[in-house]
Every structure is written in structure tokens, then in C-alpha cells.
């Protein structure tokens, strides 16, 4: 396989462990819903040690929930959590679809990791902050983002809400409490505790929730985050997505060790690791920390382990560097299916249900997309007016700007 | 002598380097295995091997610093920034380590190092991925900073940066990396037939410290890098005046003889940069073009320059300089 253990290495370059061609072969796990209790939500970090080590799971791999992590959710809120799911993945489709007619530059994709957003989210209160990357915007529909809003966003028409200066998939949302995104990775991990401090100082009763990816956990930014967050003992939920690949870097470029969750606990954070295609677990230990920081005993460092099944981006082509059918391989399967599966054995859904609930969002999609393109799309216009590069850079705009508005619109107005 | 475009001569340059020099090594985030999300270090890791050609963990002040202390203990680093705005978190290991190691150590240490990243804009990448910071570096003393503009001289210009003992910050115009750009969007030529797409498959260099002169003429001095170089040659094809354009291609210490030669015949000057033109380095060049060429000016120097705005994404056409506003300011200097 190209590149793969090419020579004798002088010094240790590590390689992912499947490559084009090769069978992805996921050591089974082992980890069972009743693996673990719920500890109290003032214990200390050290006790959470065996949460941080092993994984936690409320379904078990036929999707019956049980364990102490098991929380009493009503079955109204699954389905809800089940429908958002489902929308953000026939919504990520539709825009791709858009992206490849060039009706926006740009799309990232949540394939395999919808649970994560939108569960946590639908755990935390509706005044906690949202500080995500890129692969969350599903906490949006969560929060009840109108859909025209967000395509109108990511294809840069006149109703875009930033304005078109920013990429797709950079949302900005701050009536859902959801802060602006930004391309430079990890930045947004430190900066939350800011966020959950400047909520405490104020005396509010809000909790910043955030997520980083295994790659960009690398950062400093990372490191800046944990180490705050414990020595001010934030009000906020640090979240590393182990999804195993950014873009082409395997996890095991990002780190040497295996587990990102038991990093928490030397920075005095209480540390779960947790099935990050398993709705019921992600909602569970996230309402466990929301409960933990709004009590005032701090923040909550949690490796979500998953896996990203689709392409990092529109711009990327993940057959190159690695085995086409590795999600089917991924031994946490696929949150949809699972979530769905458990209504289906608790008796409260079915097949029939599903089918209907897929179409009904399918043209709920359908709709948005046909009402946001009527105010312009990237490869037709409409777009923003250029009016606003210079808008919003200060808060005044001052001379020079003032005079290079002048100049750009003789250009454009010609 | 074979056509290629950017990608593949940046490629080659650094397929022959790693071919001459066993010291070399090449590091990035996404560039061992899978060659780099815009493909130029593709197939080396393969041919030179994995400890030479390698993917970093993401952590841009990690790969800086690794290659700090590589360079300072006998290797030759090049590396990768993915995109040109995501070299800030290195920014305190290239501004205040790398660039000063050898001043700060007495001359006991140096570190050859390069730095090589694609920026620029029109890719519609937005203001995080169309960034040209080059006067963040060019104000910093103990770095040198190389723009390139063509196949031929991305390859020549980086080997002589890779063999160059000083550090490099070496900016490649993505927008040219498939083909030159002219400023319109809808014009998309790739390097195929153009003259300055015949790279030898050998080893070459182009030195640093020299301009390029793209085209001759005697009625006004333009100058410009990376992506405007193209985008210049448009506007003076449509301004229709005898122009002499000048690809600096190295901007620090840039190339005063041919500058002020070019300028003490035509009597007159545009810079072009597609940067912010606040303390663009334009500013620089127009300042020592005034203490060399002063009596020899017939006009003040005009600079055409991206906005001191962020860059943005849908309405990039109306940031970028374009060949209208750069044909105009070649005209105002026609008038004086």
C-alpha cells in the first residue's frame, strides 16, 4: 500500500492502522451499560478515573437501555431527538447536492455523529451557551432554527444572517445562544470558559458547552481549556469528538495514547468517555455534568467517541487515505439506526413511523430550500451587498474605510 | 523542460531536494500519506520515506517549534501550513525563535528552515482561507519572505529558499496553483501552453533577492507578487501603455537594483498587493522607492490594494484588486 511502512523509519511515525484496500477491522467492544455507576455530582475528578478509562453505554448492541446511567426520558423526547437526527442528515444531503451544482462553495457534512449535538444539547437548559466547531450544527434544530435561515446562510444569498462573509457551515445564531464558528480549529475550546465564567460573575444560571475534535485537540487550545477550566472550576462541558480522522490524520497522529478522556483528570476535571452513537448515553452524561456546573462544583471534561462516516468536507475525498466502508465497520454502528431500533423494541415506533417521519422531512427540506434560493443562491446571486465589507469591522466606520467604500463602489456600480 | 502547473512544481522542487539532501525533511498537517490537501507533496513520502515526509499532529506552534529544534541541531525542515491564515498560533515560535535564533545565540545556532503556505484569495474560501499576510513577516527582522508566482519560479525560488541557511516564509498564490489567475472569475486557464509553465525536471534555482521582469516598457514601473502578478500583466494588456511589470518574487530584501533601474527610466509606479493596504508592504516599497528615486519620480506612486477590511467570502470579486482598478491607477501616472 502506498506509503504505508515505506522504510526504516529512524525515528517513530505513526501510521493508521487501515488503508485503502485493507479490511477495517475494529476490535469489538467490550463495554456493557452496566459497566459503570453514576457518581455523585460533587465527586472529585479521581473518582471519576474507572468513567474516564472504560466507555460509557445506556444501549446495550441491541439497543436495550439499561445501567445506572439509564435517565428516565420520556419517549416524546426520543422520537423528538430521533427527528432532529433524521432532519440533519436529509438536510446535510440536500446541501450537498447544492454544493456539487456550486449553489454554495462549501459543505461539511454531520454523517455519523448527529447524536452528538443534538443529545447534548437537548440535555442542557435553553440559556446555556453553544460554543461548537463544525460538525454541530444540529443543535440548532434543537433549538428551533428556522431551516430557510441556515440554507440562506450556507449559500451566501442576500438573507444571510453574517452577511456573506463567512464560509457555509460557519453558523452564527445568537438568539439560539449559539456562538459564531470559526475555521482556525480549537479556538472556540478555550475561549467557552470565558463564556461560563463571565455567566458566573454575572450570577446567571448558564452553562457553556463545547466541543474540539481529536485533531485539533492537539492545539494548545485544548490544553488552555482543561487547565482553566479546572483551576477556576468553570461552569462549562468540554467535549473532545474522538471521530477517529481529521481530514486525512488518523487519531493516532493526534495522540499516542489511546483514551482523551482520562487527560481530564490530572487538570482535576471529573473525566466520562462515552458512546457517542448511543442518544441515551450523550444525553445522560451531559445532563450529569450540566447538573454538576450549575451546582457550582465545575467543569466536566468528556471524550465522545465516534466515528466521522463521511467525508471531512466537499472538498475532501476520504477514499484516498482510508478503507471505503469503514463506518460500516465502526463497532458503535450508526446513532440513527440504534436510537430508532430502541424506540422500535420499547414499542414506540415503527418501521411505518420512521418512513413517514423521513418524508415529511424530506419535503420540510425540500421547502426551505426552495423558499431560500428565491433570495439568491452563490451561483446565481443575488448575494449580500459589498456594502458590507466594511460594515461591522469597527464599531463606527472610520475614514479610510469610509473612503475605500467609495472607491469599491465606483468599481462595482461602473 | 515539462509543462506543469503550481502543485507539481512545488512538488518537484521538493522531491529534488529530498533526492539531494538526506537531511532534509518535510512535515505538515495532512501532507505524509494522503500528500497534502492541495496535493503538492504527493507520492513523497512513498519515494523518500516516512521519517523524511510526514504528517504533523494539528498544532501549527507544535510543527514550528519541532522544526526549531530540528534546525538548530543539524536538519533542514520544510514545512507546511495548510492555509497562510492558519499560521498564527506559530506565529510566536517563526517571529520570536526561529527568525531570532542566530542573532540571540551570537551566530552559535542557526536554523534553515522553511516555511512554505498557500494564501491568498479567490477560492472562495472566505476570510480563513484567503488571507495574505506577508507583511506580518516582512516586518520581522531575521526572516526572509518569498512570494512565488509561476511554476518556474516556485520551483526555482524554493529550492533556493530549502538551501538557503536563513529561515523562508514561503507563500504560494493557491489561486495559481491549477493555472494563472487574470481577475476574471469566469476565466478559468490552467498552465498548459504558458511559457512560465516549462519547468526543467532537474534541479534549478532562481535566486533570491531578485526580481522578475514579466514585460518590458518604458511608461510606468508596476509591481506586484504572487497572484497580482497575473492580474497586473491583465491590466497593462488593457491599459494599452507601455508598461514594465515587475514580479518581485522576493520581498525581503527585495531586489533594489531592478526596482530603481525600472523606475529612474519609466518615471513612474503602481504597486499592486492584493493584502490589506495598511501597512501592506506596498507602504514599504513606496517609501524606499521614494528615498532612492526621488528626483527621478514624475508622479506620486500609486498603490492598488485589497481593503483594510476582513476578507469576505460571497463578494471576494469586489475586494480583490482587480485589472480595471489597476489599469486606472497605470493611467493617473500617464497623466502627470
Redesign the interface.
Known sequence: M??????N???H?P??PF?PGDTSTFEQWTAKPTDHSMPAINCSAEETAEHAAGLIRVLSDDNIASGDWNRDISAEDLRLGLEHMVRLRIFDDRMMKMQRTGKL??YMRSLGEEAVAIAQTMALENQDWIFPSYRQPGAQFVRGRDMVSMICHCI?NEE?NVK????PV?YTWKEGRFISI?????TQFSQAVGVGLASQYKGLDEVTISWIGD??S???DYHYALNFAGVFKAPVILNTVNNQW????HVN??TAGKNFAIRGIPYDLPSLRVDGNDFLALYSVTKWARDRAAAGFGATHIEVLTYRAGAHSS??DPT??RPQDEAQCWPGGDPIERLKSHLIEIGEWSDEQHDSLEEKIDSEVMNAYKEAVKFGD?ANGP????D???TE?YETVPW??EE??KE?KR??D? | MVNMNMVQSVNSALDTMLERDNDMVVFG??I???GG?FRTCD?L??KH???RV??????E??IAAMAFGMGINGLRPVFEIQFA??I??AYDQIVNEIAKIRHRSGGEFTCPVTIRTPAGGGI??????SQSPEAQFTHTPGLKVVYCSTPYNAKGLLISAIESNDPIVFFEPKRCYRGPFYGDPHNVPTWKDHPEAEVPESYYKIPLEQARIAMRGDACTVIAWGAMVHVAEQAIRNSGVNCELLDLQTLVPWDRETVTESIKKTGRCVIVHEAP??SGFGAEMVASIQERCFYHLECPIERVAG????F????EW??MP?P??IAEAIHKTQEA
Open positions: 502506498a506509503g504505508k511502512d515505506a522504510t523509519s529512524p525515528i511515525i501510521s493508521a488503508r462553495s462549501f451566501g444571510d456573506g462573509r463567512q464560509m460557519h470559526s475555521s482556525p480549529v480549537g485533531g485539533s492537539s492545539q494548545g481529521a481530514i486525512s490524520s497522529i493526534a472538498s475532501d484516498r487515505y452563490l448575494y449580500p451587498s459589498s458590507h465589507i466594511f469591522v479610510h474605510l475605500q467604500r469599491m468599481w462595482r461602473a | 498537517e495532512d505524509g500519506y494522503f490537501v507520492g513520502q512513498e520515506g516516512k521519517h510526514f504528517d504533523a499532529p494539528l498544532a506552534g507544535g491564515d492558519y498564527f498560533p472562495k474560501g472566505g476570510h480563513h482561507h493596504k495598511t481593503w483594510d477590511t476582513p469576505p467570502h460571497t463578494m469586489d475586494y482587480s480595471a482598478r
